[in-house]
């Protein structure tokens, strides 16, 4: 069974900084997917960036970009000019290519990010 | 696009009850949903997995005559808290997948509902 590990149950930015969230994984399967949920205080799940497995370039979305270490399955979320709408839980998950699991995904315990203005 | 409503947001109701959520997909057929549930502060607990038209696939340790589970349409899905107690009080998100209008997979989460129980 593949596992989720975000070892950092908080951290916090000074607004206009840069942040990190570090996310391991354990799995078997060589093709799968990448996310990182933000998860505000409305609780409204966000997509806020993909990573396929096979792709070998970091994703990024404005201001947030990833390290994607396959070898060392490792998917860290790099967040910079932080604003204080950053300020959330974030969750780091993962999803099977394969049919089987269909789009089930597994989540990490989650990061409480605090902005600090 | 690719919007999931979730209904009620917020419910409350006296213990013993039962009580119903919803979850829409309003603008993709969801071929497959899933039902979480979270405590303050913790991750998403994945409940069941329902496909449309088939019984749900309930994870291990949760009751199906406690949560049951119903996908009737490809836009439809509820969860019914039967005979609801308070350790029943949580919040329940839902998340639908399918095939969206531009042929992408989509994986979308409801707003999710909290439930307390009295």
């Known amino acids: 069974a593949q596992t989720v590990t975000q070892s950092q149950p908080e951290m916090s930015v000074q607004e206009a900084e840069t942040v990190t969230l570090s996310c391991t994984y354990d799995t078997s399967e060589s093709d799968y997917y990448l996310f990182w949920y933000k998860q505000p205080p409305s609780r409204q799940m966000i997509l806020v960036i993909r990573q396929e497995a096979y792709k070998q370039q970091n994703a990024t979305e404005n201001r947030f970009s990833v390290n994607f270490q396959k070898a060392a399955k490792s998917f860290s979320l790099k967040i910079s000019d932080s604003q204080l709408g950053d300020a959330a839980m974030y969750f780091c998950a993962y999803r099977s290519a394969s049919r089987e699991y269909g789009n089930k995904l597994v989540f990490g315990a989650g990061t409480i990010l605090r902005v600090k203005s | ?118």
Not at chain 2, 23 to 51: E, G, H, I, V
Not at chain 2, 79 to 100: K, M, N, Q, R
């Open chain 2, 1 to 118: 696009g690719a919007v999931v409503s979730q209904h009620p947001s917020r419910v409350i109701c006296k213990s013993g009850t039962s009580v119903k959520i919803e979850c829409r997909s309003l603008d993709f057929q969801a071929t497959t949903m899933f039902w979480y549930r979270q405590f303050p502060k913790q991750s998403l607990m994945l409940m069941a997995t329902s496909n449309e038209g088939s019984k749900a696939t309930y994870e291990q340790g949760v009751e199906k005559d406690k949560f049951l589970i119903n996908h009737a349409s490809l836009t439809l899905s509820t969860l019914t808290v039967t005979s609801a107690h308070p350790e029943d009080s949580s919040f329940y998100i839902c998340s639908a997948s399918g095939i969206w209008g531009s042929g992408a997979n989509v994986l979308t989460f409801g707003a999710g509902s909290r439930l307390t129980v009295l």
